[in-house]
């Protein structure tokens, strides 16, 4: 997704948290990567390059993170949720079923949907976010037609 860490930890560090090694390692960690990733995916990679991280300090880590808005939960399929780097302005997500990589995508104009459920419901619609799931290109290859299909 190519955003800048050193831009995350000038934020972590104007907002008074204390940026300890554990906490920058988990905030470069996703920021570098092109995936969703879940917060027990980010606790064995940080565990991989310092097994002396713990479990909470990647929750409360992703807490401050995404109260800084430099991350966003994305819907996982297993229950659970997964964190993506945050972008500023409109997002649309493609998110890979098969490996979670995230792909953004520029979307048509859903002012008119948006107004119709707004006034269905009741709701006054301020935005959206629109998050589709698929196989991506690399895990088609992986995949036997047969299984192709399966929900």
């Given at each position: 997704?190519?955003?800048?860490p050193l831009t995350w930890i000038n934020q972590i560090n104007a907002s008074g948290y204390r940026l300890t090694t554990p906490r920058r390692m988990i905030a470069e960690i996703?920021?570098?990567?092109?995936?969703?990733?879940?917060?027990?995916?980010?606790?064995?990679?940080?565990?991989?390059?310092?097994?002396?991280?713990?479990l909470v300090t990647v929750?409360?880590?992703?807490?401050?993170?995404?109260?800084?808005?430099?991350?966003?939960?994305?819907?996982?399929e297993a229950g659970c949720h997964a964190y993506i780097a945050h972008r500023?302005?409109?997002?649309?997500l493609l998110i890979?079923?098969?490996?979670?990589?995230?792909v953004y995508f520029d979307g048509d104009?859903?002012?008119?949907?948006?107004e119709s459920i707004g006034e269905k419901s009741g709701f006054q619609m301020?935005?959206?976010w629109l998050q589709l799931l698929g196989i991506c290109p690399e895990c088609q290859k992986k995949v036997t037609p047969r299984t192709r299909n399966d929900p």
């Open positions: 997704m190519s955003i800048t996703i920021a570098g990567s092109d995936r969703a990733l879940t917060p027990a995916e980010i606790f064995i990679q940080a565990r991989s390059i310092n097994n002396g991280i713990g929750y409360r880590t992703l807490e401050k993170l995404e109260s800084l808005n430099l991350v966003e939960k994305v819907h996982h500023d302005g409109h997002q649309h890979c079923k098969g490996c979670n990589r995230v104009d859903y002012a008119k949907l948006m301020q935005d959206h």
